[in-house]
């Protein structure tokens, strides 16, 4: 099940909604027989099973992996927080840390080895294992909780079942934002929702459907049309055109599905933070991937960049690291872990060049440089097979087959609106138009309030009805990240 499933929309969304105002009614009845702190057992129960039916409904059998996984750091846990000397705490956590390593690894990255070993004639049987829904996501979440229980930066869970609210909470369970523990432990126990938040969140999940039903699903008929069906004739414009519109996918697709997860969220008194910031408005590819998944991050900066030793030693190779484990966390195939390294060049490069005379050169050339690199990169990322990505880079630079064809004309006239929207809404649209609202009312409260409803409320109306008629009879309609 994903977000953008009518399903979704019409059944399981109103039957949660149903459910949680009558826990809502359960708990507040509860706080006032007992006349005690805020009452959030019975609402937070309703979110754990909503969340175990939302992830069981595509894969049952892999329910119990992530029960398992959080009944293991939810006794880690314990297990830290119960010890006094240092040495004890940091063997509990170098336990769960293995854990959750070989949970994520025998799923996700078993297959890739064993390929390796055969290559090299080293035959080893293993079973056949199919990726689970969001294992990264999830572990990584994990993960965080431990280093954060560790770090005494937020305080143990001592009831199983708000840990498991934590990390199977389902607005994003499947394809993050990372969210990290300390960002939501003191929400799990005292939260509120007003009506501001209720329509703010309303509102952010419906622009995050439009991203991905209106925009990146109708980029990703273009981007199959030259980058799987076209590929064996592929022109030097047509290899440009499918790519842009994979770049433009790929933002639109994921920067989705995370509004959708941080407007769920708030509208259940979650503050998860940002996850995107307007990437392809950077001025270099550092700045590139501190706008882009700013979740994950951040988490491999603070569990792993700065153990390291961050910038004060061997700051080249932490870079490196950082980011060859970027890759792997992306996928088992050759293809990520180049990603993740050629992107981890660049940024080490960075650092010592491009960084030290950023102010001095114009920034529209920034901007082309950073731009050109970014869609190479997710040229790395599309491709799996090495032959294809071949082809692929053949055309895209002009070595091979015709610089352009009626097809690729046709892909730019045809869907030219398209390309203007998606151009649009990568730059602060949302942020501007605020700014503007604000600018023209800034004597008036009572009418700024008026024009943001009335503009909200359009747009809400206009984004639904659209995404529903798109949504009947939509063949392609999965979230690319769901498969990381």
């Known amino acids: 099940m994903v977000f953008s499933d009518l399903f979704f929309l019409f059944a399981f969304i109103p039957s949660f909604a149903l459910c949680y105002l009558l826990a809502a009614g359960f708990d507040r ?37 992530m029960l398992g996984c959080v009944l293991v750091n939810y006794l880690v846990g314990l297990l830290i927080d119960g010890q006094e000397q240092q040495g004890r705490r940091k063997m509990a956590l170098t336990l769960g840390l293995i854990c959750n390593i070989l949970i994520l690894g025998t799923f996700k990255y078993l297959g890739f080895f064993v390929e390796q070993l055969a290559q090299l004639g080293i035959i080893v049987d ?76 309303i509102y952010r999940f419906l622009i995050g459907l439009g991203k991905k039903v209106i925009l990146a699903n109708q980029l990703s008929e273009i981007s199959d049309q030259f980058l799987v069906n076209g590929l064996s004739s592929l022109s030097t414009a047509g290899a440009w055109i499918g790519i842009i519109a994979y770049t433009f996918q790929i933002y639109f697709d994921f920067s989705g599905y995370s509004d959708m997860a941080i407007g769920l969220g708030r509208c259940l008194g979650f503050h998860f933070n940002e996850n995107f910031r307007h990437p392809y408005c ?22 792993v960049y700065i153990p390291l030793g961050g910038n004060r030693r061997h700051q080249a190779i932490n870079i490196l690291v950082v980011w060859f484990l970027t890759g792997m966390w992306h996928g088992a195939n050759w293809n990520f872990i180049i990603w ?8 080490m490069i960075e650092k010592y060049t491009l960084l030290k005379v950023h102010d001095c050169i114009p920034r529209v050339f920034l901007h082309i440089y950073s731009m050109l690199l970014v869609v190479i990169g997710w040229g ?11 082809v692929f880079f053949r055309s895209f630079f002009g070595m091979q087959g015709a610089l352009t064809d009626f097809v690729a004309q046709s892909a730019i006239m045809d869907h ?59 063949t392609n309609n999965a979230f690319i990240y769901t498969r990381f």
């Open 380 to 390: 790395i990322f599309y491709f799996d097979d090495f032959q294809k990505m071949l």
């Open 340 to 347: 993740g390294v050629y992107f981890g060049l660049i940024v």
């Open 416 to 474: 030219f609106w398209l390309w203007v929207v998606a151009l649009v809404f990568c730059m602060p649209v949302r942020s501007g138009m605020a700014q503007l609202v604000e600018r023209f009312t800034k004597s008036s409260d009572a009418m700024r309030n008026s024009i943001l409803f009335v503009s909200r409320l359009t747009i809400s109306v206009f984004v639904l009805v659209l995404s529903v008629a798109l949504l009947v009879g939509a």
């Open 126 to 201: 293993a079973p056949k294992l199919s990726l689970p829904i969001g294992i990264s996501f999830y572990t990584f979440q994990s993960i965080s909780y431990l280093i954060d229980v560790f770090r005494r930066q937020s305080p143990v869970q001592r009831r199983f079942v708000d840990l498991l609210l934590y990390i199977s909470m389902f607005p994003q369970l499947i394809a993050g934002p990372i969210v990290r523990y300390d960002t939501v432990a003191r929400e799990i126990h005292d939260r509120r929702v007003s009506t501001e938040d209720l329509s703010a969140g």
């Open 29 to 65: 009845n509860k706080e006032a027989l007992e006349q005690g702190p805020r009452y959030f057992k019975v609402r937070n129960l309703t979110i754990v099973l909503f969340s175990l039916i939302f992830y069981a409904w595509g894969e049952p059998v892999y329910v119990f992996l």
């Open 282 to 303: 950077c001025n270099s590819i550092t700045d590139f991937w501190r706008r882009w998944h700013i979740s994950l991050g951040s988490f491999f900066r603070d569990y």
